[in-house]
């Protein structure tokens, strides 16, 4: 009934004896509660969340589902081990590009261990963490029935500089472009819900979420079959989530921002450029915001 | 002919034989050049900018007018010295109340010293900085003909906690709200061009401003003669200002955003205040973006 997700492009994996997440058939993602009291702060994080009425419907979807906690048989075979049961993100789908991107210049959060906030400034200033407020995480980008999917290898990622990073994240929105008006086109809806989730975090003051990742899915060939959307944007990862105290997430925010103005100029080279080529083509598919392409 | 200016609130003072800067009656402000480089780093800045075609006029009134440079017997009469010759921003104001906001989370720079990195991250976990995305340096309000200014001491300023900036901000941006209607309320002033040079900031990638501060200038005194826009942001300090290159400013929008919050959550509370307490009393005034209150 369990088994190891076949879609993970960062975190923890269980394989080679580690502790790592499971899968079932019914669309449940079971992440095993980590060590150091991460676990149970993202427990505490998802229960007070999932029944915060301060959050509006149209944020929550930005989170996964929230089903509860349940003991279970460790991936690793080590005995019974507490789980949060989530929403598999990626349950249905066939080929879906995913990408992880921990947003903030700073994932270090105030009252940590200086031993912690002495790591993360090193590693936030190694990666693009400190130069564009995010960083790749790791990631997934199908590329077709030939080539398959294109998954570097977690050290690769990890040593991304802001050029790198600029020309993935092309790669990786642009590869929803419509080819021969085939398929659809749906880099628009990928700005569309960043820009939703900016104008929540540019007002809510509840929570501050450091060193959390945003994950872009992508899947147009769900889409061709009408089933799902073919954009989802998801927030994980809320093992350092603080309250906010009236205070923005400007750390979050900023990076936010940062990411979205890529995104935007990835958009608006790709409209001059089918301009200038395609002044006599058919109108390009449009996005909606919910994601599906039509 | 030069004097010790009036009104200055932060940032090194000509007095006690220390090197400041020092203002003319014809409205300019002059500066002498910092040195480790400073100063010469923000004559480049200054003389980049002021020539720059890509920033938009309606963003350039939020710097001050660059005259060029200028040797000048310095204010400690060490001899002669290279100032900045700018814009007076007080110049003919007659009760200024005066905020000096430095924004960001992190005042470093990528690529300064180990040793000033080391300085900037302390100062900016001790202060508010790392918490809310800025700190007040320094201001003083001006309370009324009673109780003339109210200018705290450097020493108290920096060691405001986010309730202190909460509630001197709350007081500051509310010191010029009309009181039976005589004087303009120009809050909502503030607000307005404040999401102006968000709205830049969102999508300028030219300049990183690092450790730059934002003046919030108010003087009710001004508008009642007609002679000048009640409410003026102006960016100063711009020693470390780096190349952007394609990159947002997210470390800037971020705190940015956060000031705005703060701002835009005083204004609320009033309108919401002023229903309760005034819903037969007349149409308050309005405030145009240029800091006019009508």
Not at 13 to 40: C, I, T
Not at 59 to 84: D, M, T, W
Not at 228 to 233: G, Q
Request: proline share 4%; with cysteine; aromatic share 10%.
């Amino acid at each position: 009934m369990f088994k190891v997700p076949e879609h993970q492009v960062a975190g923890h994996h269980a394989s080679d004896g580690k502790l790592g997440p499971l899968v079932d058939d019914l669309g449940r993602f079971y992440k095993p509660l980590q060590s150091d009291g991460r676990g149970s702060k993202e427990l505490a994080f998802y229960e007070t969340f999932s029944s915060d009425t301060r959050v509006p419907d149209h944020i929550r979807r930005f989170f996964p589902v929230f089903y509860g906690r349940q003991l279970l048989e460790a991936s690793n075979g080590s005995g019974k081990c507490l789980h949060l049961v989530l929403q598999d993100i990626v349950s249905g789908r066939i080929n879906p590009s995913i990408m992880d991107v921990k947003i903030g210049s700073r994932t270090w959060y105030p009252g940590a261990s200086d031993e912690y906030i002495k790591k993360c400034f090193e590693k936030d200033g190694k990666t693009t963490s400190v130069s564009l407020g995010f960083r790749i995480s790791g990631f997934q980008l199908y590329e077709g029935k030939e080539s398959g999917f294109w998954k570097p290898g977690r050290n690769d990622v990890q040593s991304f500089t802001v050029d790198d990073v600029r020309s993935v994240l092309r790669r990786f929105v642009s590869s929803s472009s419509s080819t021969g008006n085939k398929k659809p086109d749906c880099s628009a809806a990928i700005l569309e819900q960043l820009l939703e989730l900016k104008a929540w975090f540019e007002d809510q003051t509840i929570y501050h979420f450091h060193s959390c990742s945003l994950l872009i899915l992508l899947d147009k060939e769900s889409v061709l079959k009408g089933s799902t959307p073919a954009v989802e944007i998801k927030l994980i990862d809320f093992a350092h989530v603080l309250e906010g105290k009236g205070v923005i997430d400007h750390n979050f925010l900023g990076g936010l921002c940062s990411l979205i103005k890529f995104v935007s100029d990835v958009l608006s080279d790709s409209k001059e450029s089918s301009i200038t080529a395609n002044v006599e083509s058919e109108k390009p598919h449009d996005c909606t915001s919910n994601g599906n392409c039509v």
